[in-house]
């Protein structure tokens, strides 16, 4: 299920009351008919074993609430939406359920402010455009007879607007 071995300290985890630790894993025992699942990290194990059709059940609910799955003195892992939290402070499932709702939300409101950052440069960069080609360059030299059309002047004339779509003019 997880590599025993996942153990993160995600940004967004410190300072939370709830670690992200994925080395739980779940082993079977037993006959299918007698097969009992077990939460264990390392030497630690749960208490108590699931049947196969409990063990179906909390992975069903572990997608809507947490599920206290491994119980330590001091610690309690919690299991909710395929991951694994490790709680030191005594947390029960309305408050588990808060801080993960709260960091998921953060999390997905920091995504989208990336995003709209993102898309915000892109329209003001632009997608880029290509150089104006020398023949219409030259084209436009000769009809204008080598001088500004608003002014006249014929220093520091352009090809692009004043500011170049090229960087962002309009």
Known sequence: MHDPKAVSK????????????????WVSEGAWFWRRWY???GE?????GLSSGDYR???EQQESEPVAVLAM???TYWMFRGDYYRDEDGLDVAEVRALLLDRMRRRQRQIE????????????IGPGRAPIPEEVRLAVWRRDGGRCVRCGGQRNLEFDHVIPVSLGGS
């Open 10 to 25: 995600v940004p967004d985890d410190a300072g939370e009351m709830l670690t992200r630790d994925n080395r739980c894993e």
């Open 39 to 41: 939460c264990c990290l």
């Open 44 to 48: 630690a194990r749960a208490a108590r």
């Open 57 to 59: 059940d909390l992975l």
């Open 73 to 75: 003195p001091r610690r």
């Open 113 to 124: 402010n990336a995003m709209a950052r993102l898309e915000a440069e892109e329209a003001v």
